[in-house]
């Protein structure tokens, strides 16, 4: 081997050596959560998606058709499914205007904060979580639409996520299913308060209930708009599996066919979404409350 | 007597560089299609990693193709726009360019059998990374069924990959043979 060529590889192992070097210093510069790199992040997205979504444009138009060919094959099956399902709703209306009517009255006595008005901005979802490491989805909404840090993202099921990042034109919503997803939440039947935890998987685990708590399979699992970043009463699942300690919950959403989500922009006013820290978020529940409805809580769990 | 030879040489046609470009160029689109693959119900959450086949066939069969910074690329792609850790993807892309230029003559002798394996214990190899970081810069061990979905899929997908990429390749020096 020539003395040129020796010089060559040495050069190339340097070079690899230094590229690795680089990259892996990226991860934890990554995970440092840098206002410059999330923004540098964002931007990159909002260059990139319109191409994303083109991309992806095949792959929408197969699913479209499958899913035509699908409905086709079950109209009739449908078809029945769907009567039946209204008249089960009809009677759940007549149910809700009873329990509404009651609600208002049970408010009035206890005095309960009215919940923030929070303005719904529809945005199409580009993306879907592609890799087993990531729950996130692109939409394709940003600061130009309003949309801001920490608004939540539902849709007519439940809670799909919460902003994380804000481009110009598009936002990343961190899904309830991402591992880095903790959402305070309340049993819907005994009001018991917990913390649901993503695994990016189908999933998520109920953790931090009271001991006394007794979860039962079906039971559904509430936002209880602790911290004031979500909005109280926004259906996050139903408890799938009680074994021990340990409580499974599954989406109220169908994640997997996430087409277009519901922005709930405002509502955060006074909340600095940009360094929520772990202690002011999660704060410990006012022993002396005697209920457990904690929309307008804030950090030092007074009523605002 | 002057040497005329360089004058006649395609210099220019013969660079490189424009073949390195476009390497590059499709991997990142792979990428963005492995993004777009997860609309469909069946591969939510664990994509096969087309990009890495992709790469895995380049640095296998044209090594001169591969630029320095290739699998840097297609990994930091990957990594912003669709992954929690930036870099890790890239990281472990940048190794598998470092592995196929050692093991690139052994495999070239060997059959499509030695390729595959090779390219199980790579794959296996990239996910494994990724997961292990992520375990540790997270603290948390995230849901194995779609990292071993992930992988599964990937290594069943490599042959189809495989033979499509050497066919267009064979399109492609056909073309080139045939101008």
Known sequence: MRASDKAKIRQRRIAHTLLVVFSFSLMFLGKLDLNALRSARMSMNDFTAPFVDLVSAPVRGVETMVQGIRTVASLRAENVRLQAENALLKRWRRRAEILESENRQLRSVAGAVTPDRRQPVTARAVTAPGGAFAHTVLVANGREQGIERGNPVVTADGLVGLVVDVGATYARVLMISDINAQIPVILSSSSWPGVTVGNNGTFLSLRFLPEEAAPKVGELVLTSGHGGVLPAGVPVGRVDLVRDDFVRVRPAVDLRHLSYVSILVGGTEGIDLDNLALEDYYTPLPETEGTRLFEGVNAAGERQ | ?179
């Open chain 2, 1 to 179: 007597m002057t040497p005329r030879g360089r004058f006649f040489q395609k210099a220019e046609l013969d660079s490189n560089w424009p073949f390195q470009f476009l390497i590059i160029v499709f991997g990142v689109v792979l990428a963005m299609f492995e993004g777009g693959l997860a609309l469909w119900p069946v591969f939510y959450g664990a994509t096969p990693i087309l990009s890495l086949i992709f790469l895995f066939w380049v640095a296998l069969h044209h090594e001169k193709l591969v630029f320095l910074v290739t699998g840097f690329l297609i990994g930091i792609a990957s990594d912003l726009l669709f992954s929690d850790l930036i870099g890790a993807r890239a990281t472990a892309y940048i190794a598998v360019v470092f592995l196929m230029d050692i093991r690139r003559a052994k495999l070239q002798q060997g059959d499509f059998r030695d390729v595959w394996v090779e390219f199980v214990a790579v794959t296996t190899g990239v996910v494994l990374f990724q997961f292990l970081v992520f375990s540790a810069l997270n603290l948390a061990i995230p849901a194995i069924t779609p990292v071993l979905f992930q992988v599964g899929v990937t290594l069943i997908l490599f042959p189809i990959g495989y033979v499509i990429l050497t066919t267009v390749n064979m399109a492609f020096n056909r073309i080139r043979v045939s101008s």
